[in-house]
C-alpha cells in the first residue's frame, strides 16, 4: 500500500537551544522534580515528575520496571543536530506512566515527538496497569512496540510510526476528552500483515 499522508506535517520542526543541559536521571527509590528544557538524554530508575512544557531530548529516555514518571501538560520532543542520530524511548519491565500532552502551543495533543530525519529504529512503551498516556505519539520514521499490561488507560492517543506492533497483554480502549488539544485525523490505506 502507499504510504499514509503524515497528519503532523504543520507541526515545526524543533529548535535545540543554547546550550543544552546535560542528561537527567534518578535512581530507584529516589523522586527527581524536573523542569522543561534541554536535555542530552533522560533515565528513570526512580520516580521523575515532570513539571509542564516542553522537553527537548537529544539522545535517548528510558527506564524499567522501578521507573514512575508524571507530567500533565507535557511534550517529549526528541531531535538532534544531527537528525539521523536522534534517539527515541525504551521502557522495558512495566513503568508506570501518567502523561498528558499540553492542550494548546505548537505542540498541542502530541505527546512524544521525534523528529522527521531520525534514522530507522525501535521505541518501547511498556506501561503497566496503572499506567495513564494522553496524546499522540509521533515516530514517523521508526517503529513503536506496545507490551504489557491490560489496564493501560489511553486518551486521545493517535499513532504515527513507520510500524507499530502489540505484545503480550496489550489492549487500547481510547477515549478524548474534551479540550484535550487533539485534532482528529483519519486514515486513507490500511494494510495488516500477519
Known amino acids: 500500500t502507499i504510504p499514509e499522508q503524515d497528519p503532523f506535517v504543520a507541526v515545526p520542526a524543533p529548535t535545540i537551544p543554547s546550550p543544552c543541559n546535560g542528561s537527567l536521571s534518578v535512581s530507584p527509590n529516589r523522586t527527581a522534580n524536573v523542569s522543561p528544557g534541554c536535555y542530552t538524554s533522560v533515565n528513570v ?4 515528575n515532570f513539571a509542564p512544557g516542553p522537553y527537548i531530548i537529544t539522545g535517548s529516555m528510558s527506564g524499567n520496571a522501578s521507573a514512575k514518571l508524571s507530567c500533565t501538560g507535557c511534550s517529549f520532543i526528541f531531535t538532534n543536530s544531527n537528525p539521523a542520530s536522534t534517539g527515541g524511548i525504551s521502557f522495558n519491565g512495566g513503568a508506570q506512566f501518567n502523561l498528558s500532552a499540553p492542550t494548546s502551543g505548537p505542540y498541542a495533543g502530541i505527546l512524544f515527538y521525534q523528529d522527521r530525519g531520525a534514522s530507522a529504529g525501535t521505541n518501547k512503551l511498556n506501561g503497566n496497569s ?3 498516556f494522553q496524546g499522540a505519539v509521533y515516530f ?12 493501560t488507560t489511553y486518551n486521545c492517543l493517535q499513532l504515527v510510526a513507520r510500524t507499530v506492533t502489540f505484545m503480550g497483554n496489550s489492549k487500547i480502549t481510547n477515549n478524548c476528552p474534551p479540550n484535550s488539544g487533539a485534532g482528529a485525523f483519519s486514515g486513507r490505506h490500511v494494510r495488516l500483515v500477519a
Open 45 to 48: 530508575q526512580g520516580t521523575m
Open 130 to 132: 496503572s499506567s495513564t
Open 140 to 151: 514517523p520514521k521508526q517503529d513503536i512496540t506496545f507490551t504489557g499490561a491490560s489496564g
